[in-house]
């Protein structure tokens, strides 16, 4: 891949061709059965096709996947093209089928589409699963249309294997600036808190998410793959629908998220992607959550609204402040 030169305060992850290297020498590839023991950790450069039948049996508990939408795009020349919803619907089943021999009997499972191909992965899912949710996330990126709406959301299908399954929702709910302070009869907050810094409430984490930022060049996560998802976002479905300790797989990972994420809440993981460069940058920032685990979004146990944590920068001691600037903790971004 030709290097990109970058602006300064640019922090795209891009890897040069000796880390390249060292970092592709790292890849592993199946040629036969696996235990779940050899794949943690890893991240597994092929196909899913080839790499399905030598997958273990019922090791997952979490799988989440976000494949190539229905639409012509090229990943660092591998091209997907669009086709006819039956004929979309047939590619998921290809992969989606078989891959329900690897999750254990209360496992969840994730797919993200958009609303080209929503109704499809539905369709899909509901052959082998129960329908929990449709999560419906907004992407601020988006171009406009002359004649017709922006599209600016995304939708991801909760479907699980059980009618029991994990969800831990504590940990996944969002912290709100308060709008209406209502208070009681002694003028207390009602269902709030007072900070120094305003009022927070912490609300239950619906099915409409409006506080996902796209990542984009000043983010310390962002890559050039052309449809990264952010930590934000997979760190809410791993927190709600796994435990540590608890395998996650992704068989489309592309540039690593959901591995880096379930690393740095302590899942253990297995990702699976078919470019190396992608591979590459996948490793890469694996490394970088041994020097920081932050998730931008996700701060002291709980996920905060876009801008709503810029004004604690001032009631934090000097090095975390120093530390919650590097790292984009205060969400200026967002």
């Not at 794949?39 to 597994?44: A, C, E, H, S």
């Not at 930022?213 to 983010?219: G, L, Q, R, T």
């Not at 809410?236 to 996650?248: E, M, Q």
Request: aromatic letters at 10%; one cysteine or more.
């Amino acid at each position: 891949m030709v290097q990109k030169r970058r602006a300064p305060r640019n922090r795209t992850i891009t890897p040069d061709d000796a880390e390249r290297s060292v970092l592709a020498s790292r890849l592993m590839r199946l040629d036969g059965p696996a235990s779940p023991e050899s794949l943690f950790g890893r991240t597994v450069c092929q196909s899913v096709f080839e790499v399905l039948p030598y997958l273990p049996f019922e090791f997952v508990d979490l799988l989440i996947v976000d494949p190539p939408y229905n639409l012509d795009k090229s990943f660092n020349g591998n091209s997907f093209k669009s086709q006819s919803a039956e004929g979309y619907a047939d590619w998921i089943d290809s992969w989606l089928n078989p891959l329900r021999r690897v999750l254990k009997p209360k496992a969840s499972v994730y797919i993200c589409c958009d609303w080209r191909c929503s109704a499809v992965v539905q369709q899909v899912g509901e052959r082998y699963f129960l329908t929990q949710n449709r999560i419906t996330w907004e992407r601020e990126k988006g171009r406009g249309a002359l004649r017709n709406w922006k599209n600016c959301s995304e939708d991801i299908w909760f479907f699980t294997a059980a009618r029991e399954y994990t969800f831990n929702l504590d940990a996944v709910k969002l912290k709100r600036r308060v709008i209406a302070p209502y208070t009681n009869e002694d003028g207390e907050p009602k269902d709030w808190k007072l900070t120094e810094n305003g009022g927070f409430r912490l609300t239950h984490p619906s099915n409409l998410w409006t506080d996902i930022s796209v990542p984009f060049w000043s983010m310390p996560e962002n890559t050039d793959h052309p449809t990264q998802k952010s930590e934000k976002l997979i760190a809410k479905l791993i927190l709600a629908s796994s435990n540590p300790g608890d395998v996650v797989l992704d068989p489309f990972l592309g540039s690593g998220t959901t591995s880096v994420v379930a690393k740095k809440l302590g899942r253990r993981f297995v990702g699976i992607e078919i470019d190396e460069f992608y591979c590459c940058l996948a490793e890469r920032r694996l490394d970088l959550a041994d020097e920081d685990n932050s998730i931008q979004g996700y701060h002291d146990g709980m996920f905060w609204e876009r801008n709503t944590l810029v004004d604690q920068k001032k009631g934090l001691p000097k090095k975390k402040r120093m530390m919650a600037g590097q790292h984009q903790l205060l969400f200026d971004a967002e």
